[in-house]
């Protein structure tokens, strides 16, 4: 430093002007050789006199005398190398003008050396280092800034972009030479702004990325009061003189310490309690970031002796979101993988889905169409045995007033009008039966009962009302009297009769046998059932007719028997009620075999 004494031991005002004076003797070595002088520290203006000759300085200076200094005064900021040719002694002078900057006087180094000396130490003190991290900053912050405007989506990725360019462009409005260099005419009033309004801005972009990153973990109230205190102390920097903000430093340091310390503590309680991905590197970089704030606080006020650190700190605070950014990415694009994997694997069953649906949709269409036409033949059915009886009704009525009928023939008409009615009567009777059965709105009167005796019973019944009849009924005897059945005993004996006038009708030989078999048959999961077969000796039934047998109204091809088809389909209904099923197997001009198993309950 100048001087041997600085304004008689007692420290310097801030604003004013200052004189410092040394003499110094040079080697032999380096007298009459070209030699550069560099003032390192210096807020605001100087000029330097060698030997009593002014050879150079920065900006202009107001004299101490001078009321209006000022206004007269204009700051600059720079790495000055100032050309000397050394004499043996040296009487350096250097005046300092200071009414704009936060510290008075001379701060920094004063060097004499040779111009490749002084080359080397600028390059390796202000331009390597701070070129460095603030190429980092910036590809940091362009490289976030364009992977948001490609995806147009995740704000954290402009917070971190903000951040970064924030801390480049003030690490550049920090460093005189590189700033000289790019722009040498820039006013020393913007950098000065600039320098201290983006320490503002990157605490801005880092709390908004914070909040954006840990949403549900801070308080949005104080969120928003330090975002507010934040844009003021912008707004502050600004609007104000450098002569007024710089001076304020230490509050600044104090209210950037405060808010982040209180991301720093909620990023302790992530860390501790909630175990986020990338808590404990974030609240590391904040500590980081706290710790090389203060530090520089005290470098700049001249508290203590060391390097810049808040480069440094931004730059591991940096790599820490960068990190934590990507992990998230990762993270997000491996989801996004799973994703396009399940929904690939979900279109493919989707597709195979559809092909089911839509089979099952021609399906139902199908089964549509037949009921359709099962309902048309039935109408048609129910129209022509209706209306088959009825037409010989009204022509029995209209013999009836002939009045040449003897009282015979009347008789007769009669027989045929009562059998004609009751024809259509028990076609009415079996469509309300099982219509009431297909809807389960009939009742049943269930009891148990032991299957050898349900079989003696229905085969006496039968046996005598065939007999009746003219035709002759085979049955058979259960030696095994223990097997028990839940059935309807009225309904069980309208099946029977069912099945055996069936056999009935289509045996029109009267000396071949019908024959009713009652048997226990055990199904290959170990349950047990009685089945009853009832086997003709007539003309069977043609193997397209066998799969639509039970089918409403049905009749076979070549039907020549009357009939309202709708018994076997009454049986079926009956005996799957029972919980059993109904079969048929049959061969043309040998007869069939009408077979129905009810489950055993014991």
């Not at 004494?5 to 040079?26: C, E, K, M, S, W």
């Not at 801390?167 to 700033?179: D, Q, T, V, W």
């Not at 076609?427 to 009939?442: M, Y």
């Not at 409403?552 to 009939?563: H, K, N």
């Amino acid at each position: 430093m100048l001087g041997a004494t600085i304004n008689d031991g007692r420290p310097l005002p801030t604003f004013g002007v200052a004189t410092y004076r040394t003499r110094i003797t040079l080697p032999a070595t380096v007298v009459n050789s070209h030699s550069v002088l560099m003032l390192e520290g210096v807020g605001s203006a100087y000029q330097v006199w060698v030997n009593g000759r002014l050879v150079g300085g920065l900006g202009h200076i107001g004299a101490p005398t001078d009321s209006v200094a000022r206004t007269i005064e204009t700051p600059q900021i720079s790495v000055n190398l100032i050309t000397i040719t050394p004499a043996p002694q040296l009487d350096i002078v250097v005046q300092v003008s200071n009414y704009a900057f936060r510290e008075s006087g001379i701060f920094g180094m004063v060097m004499i050396e040779q111009p490749n000396a002084a080359t080397v130490s600028v390059v390796r003190r202000y331009v390597l280092p701070d070129v460095l991290l603030m190429g980092v900053f910036f590809v940091i912050g362009f490289y976030h800034l364009m992977t948001y405007f490609t995806s147009r989506r995740d704000i954290e990725l402009i917070y971190m972009a903000g951040l970064c360019l924030s801390i480049a462009l003030r690490s550049l409005c920090i460093n005189k030479f590189l700033l000289h260099a790019i722009m040498p005419d820039l006013s020393w009033v913007i950098v000065m702004k600039l320098q201290y309004a983006m320490k503002f801005v990157a605490l801005f972009t880092y709390i908004q990325l914070i909040r954006t990153l840990y949403r549900s973990d801070v308080n949005e109230s104080v969120h928003r009061l330090f975002t507010i205190i934040t844009a003021m102390a912008l707004l502050y920097v600004v609007g104000v003189p450098p002569s007024t903000f710089t001076l304020s430093l230490n509050l600044q340091t104090a209210t950037m310490v405060v808010i982040l310390g209180y991301y720093l503590f909620v990023l302790s309680y992530v860390s501790l309690s909630r175990q986020r991905e990338g808590a404990h590197l974030t609240m590391f970089g904040i500590l980081f970031c706290a710790f090389v704030i203060i530090h520089d606080t005290y470098l700049f006020t001249q508290k203590i002796d060391s390097i810049q650190m808040v480069p440094v700190g931004m730059l591991v605070l940096m790599l820490v979101h960068a990190t934590i950014i990507s992990y998230r990415y990762m993270l997000f694009q491996q989801q996004n993988s799973q994703l396009a994997k399940e929904l690939q694997e979900i279109n493919y069953t989707l597709e195979a889905k559809i092909a089911t649906r839509t089979a099952a949709l021609h399906d139902s269409n199908a089964k549509l169409m037949e009921l359709v036409e099962q309902r048309s033949q039935m109408m048609a059915n129910i129209a022509h045995d209706m209306g088959s009886p009825m037409t010989g009704v009204q022509a029995a009525l209209h013999i009836l007033h002939a009045d040449t009928l003897s009282s015979q023939d009347k008789k007769d008409l009669s027989r045929l009008l009562l059998s004609k009615v009751n024809h259509v009567k028990r076609l009415i009777d079996d469509l309300f039966r099982l219509a009431r059965l297909e809807s389960g709105q009939l009742e049943f009167d269930w009891e148990t009962v032991a299957v050898a005796d349900i079989c003696h019973e229905i085969g006496e019944y039968f046996s005598q009302m065939l007999h009746e009849q003219g035709r002759t009924l085979v049955t058979n005897r259960l030696a095994d009297t223990a097997y028990t059945v839940r059935v309807d005993r009225r309904q069980l004996y309208r099946v029977v009769q069912n099945l055996l006038d069936n056999a009935v009708k289509y045996s029109p030989d009267p000396l071949l046998p019908i024959t009713m078999t009652c048997t226990i048959r055990l199904s290959h999961n170990d349950s047990r059932w009685w089945c009853v077969a009832i086997q003709d000796h007539g003309v069977g039934i043609a193997p397209e007719d066998v799969a639509m047998i039970f089918t409403r109204f049905y009749t076979r091809s070549e039907e020549t028997v009357a009939g309202s088809g709708l018994g076997l389909a009454i049986s079926k209904e009956i005996v799957e009620l029972h919980g059993g099923q109904i079969q048929v197997t049959s061969r043309p001009d040998y007869g069939s075999t009408f077979e129905f198993t009810i489950p055993i309950i014991n």
